[in-house]
């Protein structure tokens, strides 16, 4: 098999058909007719499930996942990949962001560079909204900030793999799963692609805020303990603050002026707590996921598998 392409989808049933035909049209164009496209259902609560079932009957080159509820996006991308047989791997959004027509561009520049990795960066973001852009930029920045693997700035999930960078990869045990930083983490030569990204060809965002935010922590506590060290910068200037006011007490008292100092104290008592607070919940957001992993559960459960690629022998991580 020398193509296949991964789709994770959640509630895209209006995405689904079209998708389904530009899709094959590129693979087409990339590598003839030896391809295949794993959709995975990640626990859609509309007509996905069945739209896929229907897809994969009438077209052989497709494989459709079933999972058994909504496991998130990078999980269900995860089991699309475990299940993928291609030589080369393209991963991409179920609702046509990335334009799948760039397939034969990026398969010629992972050649052309000798790539293992050809990721696509977003040049520019049509018809998202102005804070999705610029939590998008902030996040993208701050991460590269904090962590020492070169993450690329503004690249998503949209990229061809070798099958020996996907192998790599999903050697990577980890439940919470940041694809795009875990690729850059594997190594190999990585070569950026720059590319427009549409508007969503139908339906709404399946990113609402609090996954966003879950997304960027799992991000940040994955590939940097730099929040952790907060904590000492904080007790840092916490101390020399403390040893400055002290000395200033000091003074006060020799001098016999006595300080009414309810001001001053109420804000010690508010910033030392406030901090404390602060650092208590980062270290908590380790602690959750050094227990969430501890209990070493499998990634996701596949419910049934629907198409041609279809061996029971696969089911399960
Ligand atoms: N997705 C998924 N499970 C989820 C959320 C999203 O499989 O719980 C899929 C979704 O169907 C899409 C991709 O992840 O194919 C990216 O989601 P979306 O396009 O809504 O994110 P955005 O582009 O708005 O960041
Ligand atoms: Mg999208």
Not at 21 to 27: F, S
Not at 279 to 306: D, F, H, T
Request: charged share 20%; aromatic share 10%.
């Amino acid at each position: 098999m020398r193509l296949s392409i991964v789709v994770p989808c959640f509630n895209e049933e209006a995405c689904l058909p079209a998708l389904h035909e530009r899709l094959a049209k590129a693979a087409q164009a990339a590598a003839g007719e030896d391809f295949e496209i794993v959709l995975v259902n990640d626990g859609s609560r509309d007509l996905s499930w069945s739209l896929m079932q229907q897809i994969a009957a009438g077209d052989p080159h497709v494989m459709a996942v079933n999972l058994s509820r909504n496991h998130g996006h990078q999980l269900a991308l995860t089991a699309g990949l475990d299940l993928c047989r291609g030589a080369y791997i393209l991963i991409i959004d179920a609702d046509l962001q990335d334009p799948p027509e760039l397939l034969p561009a990026m398969m010629q520049a992972m050649q052309d560079q000798q790539a293992d990795v050809v990721y696509g960066v977003r040049k520019s973001r049509a018809g998202e909204t102005a804070f999705k852009r610029f939590t998008a930029h902030s996040f993208y920045r701050l991460l590269s900030r904090a962590t020492d693997v070169d993450i690329p700035l503004d690249a998503g999930d949209f990229r061809l793999m070798s099958r020996r960078a996907l192998d790599a990869l999903l050697s990577m045990p980890e439940q919470a799963r940041f694809i795009r930083g875990m690729v850059a983490w594997i190594g190999f030569r990585q070569v950026p692609f720059a590319y427009d990204r549409a508007e969503r060809f139908a339906g709404e965002t399946k990113y609402p805020f609090h996954k966003m935010f879950r997304f960027a922590l799992d991000a940040l506590t994955g590939f940097s303990s730099a929040p952790l060290k907060l904590a000492s910068h904080a007790g840092l200037a916490l101390s020399v603050g403390s040893v400055l006011l002290i000395l200033y007490i000091a003074y006060a008292w020799s001098v016999g002026r006595n300080v009414p100092g309810w001001t001053s104290l109420m804000l010690v008592v508010v910033v030392l707590g406030a901090v404390q607070m602060f650092v208590l919940a980062l270290m908590g957001e380790y602690i959750g996921r050094l227990y969430n992993e501890s209990k070493r559960r499998p990634l996701y459960i596949v419910q049934e598998i629907a198409g041609d690629g279809h061996n029971p022998g696969r089911l399960g991580h």
